[in-house]
C-alpha cells in the first residue's frame, strides 16, 4: 500500500526519472520504514563516534629492578621533591610523598610513548599535551590513562630505594 503526500506544488518535473507522481509524491510505508531506520542506524553511528574510545595504554613500559640511593638525588631531601632520572634505561620520575614514602612513576607515557617531563606541580608529555599530576594521574590535554607506578620500598636505615 502507498500513500500519496502533498509536495506543495514542488514535485517532480517533466524529465525527472524517479517515478513519483507530479504534483503528488507516492510513498510506500515500507520506504518509510527503510528510511526511518537508516536515519537510526545514522544517529547511532553518530553516538557511537562521539563516545568512541580514545587510544589509552599503546605503550606499556617495561619493568625496573633497581637501588637507588635518595642522598643521591637533592631534590628528595624534602617531601614533595622530585627526582626526573632514569633507571635500568627507563625515564622515571621519583617522588618524595612523604617522611618515609617515596613512588616511582614511569615517564614513558601511556598514550604514544613519548618521555614525559616535568612541569610545575606535575608532568607533561610533550609530543600531544598529556598532563599529570604530581603522583602520575591524568589531568588533561591528550586523553590517556595515567602514568605507571612502580613498586617503591624506601630503607630508612640504608638510605635508599628498592624500585620494582
Ligand atoms: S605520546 Fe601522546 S600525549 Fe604523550
Known sequence: ????????????????????????????????????SLGAYAAAAAALAACAPVATNVTSPGSVSATVKVSDYSTLATVG????TTVNGTPVAIVRTGATSFITLSRVCPHQGSTIGQISG?????????????????VGGQRTSNMQSYATTYNAAAGTLTIG
Not at 500500500?1 to 509524491?25: Q, T, V, Y
Not at 608532568?123 to 599530576?133: E, I, L, S, V
Open 1 to 36: 500500500m502507498s500513500e500519496r503526500i502533498e509536495n506543495k506544488g514542488e514535485g517532480c518535473g517533466a524529465g525527472c526519472s524517479c517515478g513519483a507522481e507530479a504534483p503528488g509524491l507516492l510513498v510506500s510505508p515500507m520506504d518509510r520504514r527503510k528510511f526511518l
Open 81 to 84: 621533591g622530585v627526582a626526573v
Open 122 to 138: 606535575g608532568f607533561r608529555c610533550p609530543n600531544h599535551g598529556a598532563t599529570f599530576n604530581t603522583t602520575g594521574g591524568w
